[in-house]
């Protein structure tokens, strides 16, 4: 990992504890196949598809954490990062569902994966119910790793020309800007959080750090109901 983190920082402790889990990522036949192109289509259009769902109850989850911050400028901010996931990664998911062919009506219609439902189901009740802490602990991995795939991603490029417009959606300035103001903010309050809390938000941060895993996992095995 390349983020300037100091030992002494929460962040810094955050992603010691879920230092394992983005190895296990970058790892993932998922992440190495959007790099050197041998990405099954069909587990890339899943995944899309699957992210999208993600995208529209993750926004919600920011708009949680956006009504529970103690400061206006966090409120500002959580909620602008809540409008950029409409206005900038949907444009992308689109923009990809055109090339595949797939009409937005059916995304729209389309059942969410387990792994979906359960990973969108936590960071709401996270959100929802915990603390304005815990809630920046739930939603952070989801920025930071996103970050760190884009810039590992970005080192090695893809032969395939749809993976590396993904890759360079996740490794620009923009998106880096969004990352390193939440894991800013989670410095910042692990400055002053009560041990039982602290606990509480490295609880969620390796929870959602895990349900990231499952989500690439997810989209490569094409996950689907059982029944």
Known sequence: ??????????????????????????????????SDGSLP??????????DALFLRKYALALVAVADRAPEAACAEMFARHAADIVSAEMVLHRS??????????????????????????????ATGTGSYAEGVGAVLPCYWIYWEIGKHLSRKGSPNPRYQR?????????????????????????GEMPAAEREQVRRHFRATSRYEWMFWDMGYRRENWPL
Do not use: N
């Open 1 to 34: 990992m390349s983020t300037s983190l100091t030992s002494q920082s929460f962040s810094a402790e955050l992603w010691h504890d879920a230092c394992g889990i983005y190895a296990a990522i970058l790892a993932h036949p998922f992440v190495t196949g959007l």
């Open 41 to 50: 289509d069909e587990s890339f259009d899943f995944y899309v598809i699957q």
């Open 96 to 125: 990809l569902f055109a090339e595949l062919g797939i009409d937005l009506a059916s995304v729209t219609s389309a059942d969410e994966a387990p792994t979906t439902l359960a990973y969108t189901s936590y960071l709401l009740a």
């Open 166 to 190: 993904w890759i360079d959606a996740y490794s620009a300035d923009d998106f880096s800007g969004r990352a390193r103001e939440v894991i800013a903010e989670a410095d910042r309050l692990g």
